[in-house]
C-alpha cells in the first residue's frame, strides 16, 4: 500500500507539471505596448483615408497635410486567419464618391499609421489608393455558408458531407435572427448537443457570435458558449423548413470552453 501510495504521488507530482508545462505555452505574459499593439476594438469605428502620393508608415506629417487625402470611409470589421494574423479590414466606402455604401477588404499589409504634428497621441489610418480604385475595388460579401464551404475545400477539418444527408447549405441571406434562434446544433459526430439561445451583433448590426447552450437536462443546467459565426455550418433540408447548424467541436470540447456571460 505504502509503494502503491508513493507512485501514485509521483505521478500526481509528474502530471502537475506536464499540465503546467502545457498552460505556459496557452497562456502568454503580455504587456500592452502601444508602439506595438493596437486593440481591434479600437479600430472599428475608425476612419480611412486614401492618398494618392505614396506615404511610409510611421511618418509625421504637417498639420493641415490630410487635406489632400480622401476619407474613404470607416472599419466596419477586423478579419483575422484561423493562425490569428489580422489578414484584413473591412471598411465601409462610397460616403465621398457620392456612390452606395460598399464593404471592401483591404490588406493590413497595406495600411499606414501617420501622426500629425503636434497630434502624436492620435494617428490618421491611410492607403495608398486613388478615388477610382476604391470605386473599382471588389465588394466584401458576409457569406458565412460559402465560408464554410470553402474552408471544406481547402482540406480543412469540418463537419462532413456525411452529416448533411438530404440537407442543403441555407440561403443566408434570407435567414433571420428568429429563425436561427433556438436551432438545434450538431456536433463533430452527427450528436445532437445543444441550440442556439442568442445572437450577437457588432456595433455596426452585423452578426458576430452565436451563444449556444451546452448540455444540462431539460433546460437544467445548461451552459452558455459563444462561438464565431464563421465557425457554423447552417443547413436546411431539401425538402422543407427545417433548419440545422453543424460545428466541427464535440459537446466535451465546448462545455471545456469559457463560459458566456452576456
Do not use: H
Request: hydrophobic share 40%; charged share 25%.
Amino acid at each position: 500500500m505504502k509503494n502503491f501510495l508513493t507512485t501514485t504521488a509521483a505521478a500526481l507530482v509528474l502530471g502537475t507539471a506536464a499540465f503546467a508545462d502545457t498552460q505556459n505555452t496557452v497562456f502568454s505574459d503580455l504587456t500592452f505596448d502601444e508602439t506595438i499593439n493596437v486593440n481591434a476594438s479600437d479600430l472599428i469605428g475608425q476612419r480611412v483615408y486614401a492618398s494618392e502620393q505614396s506615404i511610409e508608415t510611421g511618418v509625421t506629417i504637417a498639420a493641415g497635410a490630410e487635406a489632400d487625402w480622401n476619407d474613404i470611409g470607416e472599419i466596419n470589421e477586423v478579419v483575422l486567419t484561423r493562425d490569428g494574423e489580422v489578414q484584413s479590414l473591412i471598411v465601409g466606402v462610397g460616403g465621398f464618391l457620392g456612390i452606395g455604401e460598399k464593404d471592401v477588404a483591404i490588406n493590413m499589409s497595406e495600411l499606414r499609421w501617420v501622426t500629425e504634428e503636434g497630434t502624436e497621441d492620435d494617428q490618421f489610418l491611410v492607403i495608398d489608393a486613388t478615388a477610382v480604385g476604391v470605386q473599382d475595388a471588389p465588394s466584401y460579401e458576409y457569406n458565412l455558408t460559402t465560408n464554410a464551404m470553402d474552408d471544406q475545400q481547402a482540406g480543412m477539418e469540418t463537419t462532413g458531407d456525411a452529416m448533411m444527408d438530404g440537407f442543403v447549405p441555407a440561403d443566408v441571406d434570407k435567414l433571420t435572427a428568429e429563425t436561427l434562434t433556438g436551432t438545434s446544433v450538431y456536433g463533430s459526430s452527427d450528436e445532437d448537443i445543444g441550440e442556439i439561445s442568442e445572437l450577437l451583433l457588432t456595433a455596426d448590426g452585423k452578426l458576430d457570435r452565436a451563444v449556444i447552450d451546452v448540455g444540462g437536462l431539460l433546460g437544467i443546467g445548461e451552459r452558455p458558449v459563444a462561438l464565431p459565426m464563421a465557425d457554423l455550418d447552417i443547413v436546411q433540408a431539401e425538402s422543407g423548413d427545417e433548419i440545422r447548424v453543424y460545428i466541427n467541436k464535440s459537446q466535451e470540447e465546448l462545455e471545456a470552453m469559457p463560459e458566456y456571460e452576456g
